[in-house]
């Protein structure tokens, strides 16, 4: 009995080992999730002026958008998607057939001659549906080029982490930005990011709290009622 219960409590150690260790919800961005700048070339042709083309970061007249890797870039997050659908259908199916056999002298089975017979059926069937759909996410977060793809086009991918009290909120995104839809401001809308992935996740005891168990979630699964 005794080593019974020393067993039951390892796992149970164990159990909240696990639980312990992923604190940090799993996510679907593309990664890595930042980038670091790439180094400048050793050795640099002087110019012989103030500005060294070798050198700077941006070009002398140009407006400090994201256009390297490990440069950074503002998403203004403005998701509004609503979607509806309703189908409806009717059937219906009645038939009918009746047949009697006739009285013939000299025949065996009089009993059962002159009867008539009926039969009918009928069938109906009658379905409805409705779905609906509401999503408002609004907000900004900073992402950093991850990667220049071969058409100019920027691969960006970002995340941020909010700690309050008990709890984390990770809020994630990546996508593809056309350089051309980045603004003077080095900003750009989500609505105008390609293969945009956009996450809002949680961790800790109030996240927990609401998230089903897994033995619940297989008998979820696997009854028929």
């Not at 400090?64 to 440069?71: E, K, M, S, T």
């Not at 089975?109 to 409705?130: C, E, P, R, V, Y």
Request: hydrophobic content about 40%; aromatic content about 6%.
């Amino acid at each position: 009995m005794n080593k019974l219960i020393t067993q039951f409590r390892i796992a149970v150690a164990g159990l909240a080992l696990l639980a312990g260790c992923s604190t940090v919800p799993s996510t679907n961005v593309h990664q890595p999730m930042t980038a670091r700048p790439q180094p400048l070339p050793d050795g640099h042709a002087a110019n012989g002026a103030i500005y060294q083309a070798g050198s700077a970061r941006l070009a002398l007249f140009e407006d400090r958008r994201a256009r390297n890797i490990g440069d950074t870039l503002t998403i203004l997050i403005q998701e509004n998607t609503n979607a509806s659908k309703k189908s409806a259908s009717n059937a219906s199916r009645t038939g009918k057939a009746s047949a009697s056999v006739p009285t013939i002298f000299g025949l065996p089975g009089k009993s059962i001659q002159g009867t008539a017979l009926d039969a009918s059926s009928s069938n109906t069937f009658s379905g409805k549906g409705d779905s609906a759909s509401n999503n408002l996410f609004t907000g900004t977060i900073t992402v950093t080029v991850i990667e220049v793809l071969a058409n100019g086009n920027l691969l960006v991918s970002g995340e941020k982490q909010v700690a309050i009290d008990q709890g984390s909120e990770f809020i994630r995104f990546s996508g593809v930005v056309n350089p051309t839809n980045i603004t003077g401001s080095n900003t750009v809308a989500s609505t105008n990011v390609a293969d945009a992935r956009i996450e809002y996740k949680g961790s800790g005891y109030i996240d927990e709290a609401q998230t089903m168990g897994w033995l619940a979630r297989f008998f979820l699964s696997v009854l028929p009622f």
